[in-house]
């Protein structure tokens, strides 16, 4: 490939990133005092409050979560150890909207479970309430604490049992050591997986309108949908975005610190638990795993077999369609961007291609509901603009769009969110390349194109496969871009999901939402597979 | 002076498999040993049992004559008042060097705990360094720092598990000067664990040679080298061949190369057939002669040449000779042994 074109592709495909987070930033820059005047008086109390409070919440249990199960999975032997290893992640092929409104199918007032409750044992038995903030919270951590688990685990594959014999030979028992060394030593770890999950808890949109719990997210929504105002949604995306910023300073921050962080050669063995302790650790992992992947699962399945025969209709071949579609043209979109994006920071190894590669990647830290309106706004005015200048041009009628209503829009912002999986995996996957290899190709007298198509495609294979399953399956789970700027009338298995959860249909949302998670477990799979060996 | 560290007919199995049986061996106050073996001889597994990491199946082990460890009890680590130096370190990374060394005083007063980390600073030649973080030491100052903070709780016992293998082969035999000076200083005990034979000989008084979870030899390194007590030690330890030898009577050995004094043998009987240990040092070079052997093999070591040589008989020995005898490979040169007795094994006896 020429060069300078790898170049032009690059910056281009950054400008695409930066376009929406500016267009929203803007109306920081210039706010419409009236919007404003309202949104203060109505919206944003309440929407601030409970953000405020879902972020603490869902931070605090999922990183207690993560840090409790890496803890016993990465440095103690107990049953079914090796099991919890890996099925611990599983959740991660759960969305949070699926997990919550099989929740609250299963616990709320008119659900199973109290109703058995009240035909065994009589009226009147408390009962926590699942539509509730707390239950907001829970069913958040549930489905994102994998992401702490992930990264805690590692910190402590890598070091914990050592660091913590080395404390115990000076002087601290087992418990002292975990708590004065090892998860001092893991911050930096425990931090980057609860800034995960905050930025996922903030992006959240099923799950807050299956709860009816109002954030920024669903806000954004009901200004554009309920509203019809646009600007409205713009500016309480801005607001979001600044909190974003917030956190990815520091992740920033704290991903400095891991470097400083050896991992350690030898591991010492697994610490065997005994009597009590082992079978509290299994009770304790086989709980988090049923609450959040296996109840789901078979209530998932459960629903589905009683809905199916009469749901599964002629429409279902179109919302299988449609999501493949939009799912494969989006991995394809990402893989061959953030392609460009790595072969650009190889060829040109300096800060500021490192910094542009960043830049371009930003889109997983901000929710899509932001891309959404960032998108939607720039695109539609030059939309207008080009369709008065056909008219006026060259006497055009009957056009009222050229890009609204297409799937353009949507794919756009697709990209500018799932860039960041898809770069990682192709990024990784360059560096196992080993510029020696590079240069013993060069030296037979291959060069660009050439040495792109028999040395980088071919042993980039795998590498470009992961990335375009991860948004394949990243895609097929979205819920609020494709919601947002669909065309009319043109439904995915997750914009179905939304319409049954809002009109409280669970059963009849199972069906897709099964769909969802059985397609979303083949990246799992493969992650686990990476991480044993 | 007493044993200090007794390990008596202690064994260890994980899995079922053994990782070493019937061990014993002690340690008097102030010595340093070594324990030398190739990986997987389960030579690190012992210090870990020692420090109570992993319990032992039958034995004891004592120090000062408090029991540490048998199969019905164990002393946990914390309690034992034992240092390690890991092979990797193991410094806590997120706490300063000097948060590192004062770790293990932490039921000393404030005043007290730095007078000790002062003076490990000092000891360590690292003062200066109390506020610098590990990541930002070189790989010997880091394993100075676990050295230091390992003494600074004075351990009854230090355990040192591969403690050079991570740095380079220049600093590796300086720092292993320096750490046997610094223990010596304290008169601390102290185990050492390797596979790097210079590096045991550097640092201890006696060296424990490891065979598949057993001691093969427990001596000093000079009698490591002069007198192995069996076949595996005399390979392991320094480079020699073997030539075939006749006993003649109770003291001497017919060779090819003459008949040589050997110590008495129980085991050989005159006529007996056995395996003669000839090290290159034993070798001389010698124009003047008679005996002439043929340049195979040379490496050039600098201040001397190994020469492989090939006796009349086809048999190989190796000799160092002073690197000014420039000898080419085919060409015949003078030997002479230079040799007070010799050892011999059984020809039987691999």
Sequence with gaps: MHLSRLLILSLLIGLITLLPIGVVMSYLIYPESAIWQHLWAYVLPEIISNTAILLLGTGVVSAALGIALAWLTACHEFPLRRFFNWALILPLAMPAYVTAFVDIGLFDFTGPVQTFIRHHFGEGIWFPPIRSTPGVIMVMSLSLYPYVYLLCRNAFLSQGARITEAGQLLGLTRNKAFWRLALPMARPWIVGGVIVVLMETLADFGTMSVFNFDTFTTAIYKSWFGLFSLSAAAQLASLLVIVVFGLLIAEQYFAGRKRYHTPLKNMSPRFTLHGRTKWLALIFCSSILLFAFILPLLQLIYWSAQVFTQDFDERYPQFIWHTVLLASVSAGLVVAAALCLALTARTYPNRWFKAWGRLATLGYAVPGSVLAVGIFIPVAAADTYLINFFNAQFGWQGHSSFLRGTLFIMLLALMVRFMAPGFNSIETGLQRITKNQEDAAKGMGLFGWQLLRRIHLPLLKTSLFSAALLVFVDTMKEMPITLMTRPFGWDTLAVRVFEMTSEGQWDRAALPALGIVLVGLLPVFLLSRHQEN | ?350
Excluded at chain 2, 95 to 115: D, P
Aim: glycine share 6%; charged share 20%; net charge negative.
């Design chain 2, 1 to 350: 002076m007493s044993n200090h560290l007794q390990v008596a007919q202690a064994s260890h199995f994980y899995q079922q498999k053994s990782t070493f049986q019937n061990l014993s061996f002690s340690l008097e106050t102030g010595k340093i040993a070594c324990l030398l073996g190739s990986s997987g001889c389960g030579k690190t597994t012992i210090l870990r049992c020692i420090a109570g990491f992993e319990p032992i199946q039958s034995g004891q082990i004592l120090i000062a004559d408090q029991l540490l460890s048998s199969p019905a009890k164990v002393v946990p680590p914390h309690l034992r008042q034992i240092g390690m130096v890991f092979q990797d370190y193991a410094l806590f990374p997120h706490l300063s060097v000097g948060k590192n060394i004062a770790f293990g005083l932490h039921q000393l007063a404030a005043t007290a705990r730095q007078k000790i980390v002062d003076e490990m600073l000092e000891l360590v030649r690292l003062k200066g360094s109390s506020d610098v973080y590990p990541h930002e030491l070189s790989g010997g100052q880091q394993q100075r720092v676990a050295l230091a903070r390992a003494l600074a709780i004075r351990p009854q016992l230090l355990l040192l598990d591969e403690p050079f293998s991570n740095l380079d082969v220049e600093l590796r035999e300086r720092l292993s000067i320096e750490v046997r000076d610094i223990l010596k200083a304290r008169n601390m005990t102290a185990i050492l664990v390797t596979h790097d034979q210079h590096e045991a000989f550097a640092i201890a008084d006696e060296v424990g040679v490891m065979n598949e979870g057993r001691i093969v030899q427990w001596d000093s390194p000079y009698s490591l080298y002069h007198e192995p007590a069996n076949r595996f030690v005399a390979d392991f330890i320094g480079e020699g061949t073997f030539l075939p030898g006749t006993v003649v009577s109770h003291n001497q050995i017919r060779i090819e190369l003459g008949i040589v004094p050997s110590r008495m043998n129980p085991d050989c009987c005159v006529g007996c057939t056995v395996q003669v240990l000839i090290r290159p040092d034993d070798i001389i070079h010698n124009d003047q002669s008679p005996v002439q052997a043929r340049v195979t093999q040379r490496a050039f070591r600098g201040a001397e040449f190994l020469y492989t040589l090939e006796l009349d008989s086809g048999a190989k020995i190796l000799s160092l000779v002073p690197s000014h005898h420039n000898h080419q490979i085919g060409e015949k040169i003078g030997i002479q042994l230079e040799i007070d007795h010799v050892i011999a094994f059984k020809k039987s006896s691999t």
